[in-house]
């Protein structure tokens, strides 16, 4: 699904699943888990937003207030 139609995903805000950190971690988008990276670390349950797809993982950043 992600590699197919990851241009819908840009810019999407989705919950961390798990802490995320640049290791990995897990976003959730509707009703699909995604591979999620990002530079910084993320808390469980923090709103980050999709930034870059990249085969079957996405890069999140936070989301601005």
Do not use: F, M
């Amino acid at each position: 699904h992600v590699a197919a139609g990851g241009g819908a995903l840009l810019w999407k805000s989705v919950p961390a699943l798990p802490a995320i950190d640049p290791h990995g971690g897990w976003v959730c988008h509707e009703v699909e888990n995604l591979n999620a990276v990002r530079d910084h670390p993320s808390e469980k349950g923090q709103l980050v937003v999709i930034t870059a797809v990249e085969g079957l993982t996405v890069n999140v950043t936070s989301k601005g207030k």
